[in-house]
Structure formats: C-alpha cells, structure tokens
C-alpha cells in the first residue's frame, strides 16, 4: 500500500479528527485506520510494558497487510510501537514526538496536562529525550486532570474539553503547556491562555505525511 500512511489508533474517535485534518492540510494523503481499543486496556491493566508483545503482533499484522509507514495516535503506547517498528523495518511515528520537539525549543518549564495516568510517564521521557536531542534541560511538571477520562469514556467529548480547558486555566509559571493526549486537543481553543498550549494531532500528522 506505497503512498498509504497507516494510523494506529486505541479508540474510534480518532479516525474522523485525523480525516479531517488530512482534509485540511494534506489533501490528496491516503490514510488507512487501525483500531485496536486492547491495547490500551492491557496497557491500563499491566503497564505500559506488558503491552509491548501486542502491539509488535499489531504492527506486524500491518506490515503484512501493506503498511509502509505508521502513526501511532496513542501517547501511552507510543514508545512501544516506534521500538517495535524499529525491529520491523517500518518507519512509526509516535503523533506527540514533533509537539515535544516544540515544546522543548518554549523553554524548559512544561507543564504536561493529561486525562490518563498512563501517558504521564511515557510523555515524560518523552520530553527529556527531546531535550536531550536538542542540547537542553527541561523541567516537566504533570497533571492529572481529574475525572477527564471518566467524561471520555462515557461519550461526553463536550464535558472532556472543558474538563481540559479547566485545567488549562489553572496553570501557572510554566513556558509551554502540554496535552499528553491526542484526543484532549478541542480543549485548547477553549481555554484562553497566555501560555502556549501544544497538541500533537496536527503536528504529528504533517511529520508522518512525509514519511509517504
């Protein structure tokens, strides 16, 4: 499937955010969508880790069925499927890879906001290694949003975003703000803020449109 970027995605609601976006700034780029909602749910259940032999059997799969470069859409997942796709041959971009490229060049104070405590030490490391890259130190600081997930588990994207903004409102002394999370983006445009506020929907597709 030459020309075909395939997005590895642990919840359904990604596929029209993604569509959209290609709409918007790459039209013309062919997508092809994987859901695997067990991931996440191994993820949540054993740690991040113990997800690792199934999302390399996931991402085989892909490979068999075509795939020649992936997007992964899931923050706490991510680093598992890059280090399977090196093993793989096939090129994987975790989506929050260029948001924390970007959020390390703001200055080294991030506040990193998320719905789901499992992402918080992925994008953590995340981070340092970004800085590391870049010849800089950095001082993540997370949060927890509390009772977001809940909002998004229960189908309330309205009351997920607030939840979000909420959050976004309350930080304090940092030079970027971080949503760990690709699905916690609408958040951003409802929470005026005076501290810029990243996401990696957008960036992440535009870094993985060049790999096709």
């Not at 989506?95 to 200055?107: E, F, S």
């Not at 104070?109 to 405590?117: D, F, K």
């Amino acid at each position: 499937m030459a020309g075909t970027l395939t997005l590895l995605h642990t919840s359904p609601v990604h596929v029209p955010v993604f569509d959209a976006l290609r709409d918007e700034d790459h039209p013309g780029l062919a997508l092809r969508h994987l859901v695997d909602e067990e991931l996440l749910d191994r993820a949540r259940r054993v740690g991040a880790a113990g997800a690792a032999d199934a999302t390399r059997a996931v991402l085989a799969e892909a490979v068999a069925g075509g795939a020649t470069a992936v997007l992964c859409t899931c923050s706490t997942i991510a680093g598992l499927a890059e280090a399977a796709g090196a093993e793989l041959g096939l090129p994987v971009l975790r989506v929050d890879r260029p948001m924390a490229a970007a959020a390390v060049a703001h200055g080294p104070r991030i506040t990193v906001l998320a719905a789901l405590e499992t992402t918080l030490g992925p994008t953590t490391e995340l981070l340092h290694e970004e800085a590391a890259r870049a010849g800089r130190a950095v001082t993540p600081r997370t949060v927890l949003v509390d009772g977001a997930w809940r909002r998004f588990e229960e189908g309330d994207p309205e009351g997920y975003a607030r939840a979000v903004a909420e959050a976004i409102g309350r930080v304090e002394d940092a030079d970027v703000i971080v949503l760990a999370q690709a699905s916690m983006a609408p958040g951003a445009s409802l929470a005026p803020s005076r501290t810029p506020v990243l996401s990696s929907p957008r960036p992440g597709l535009a870094a993985a449109a060049k790999l096709v």
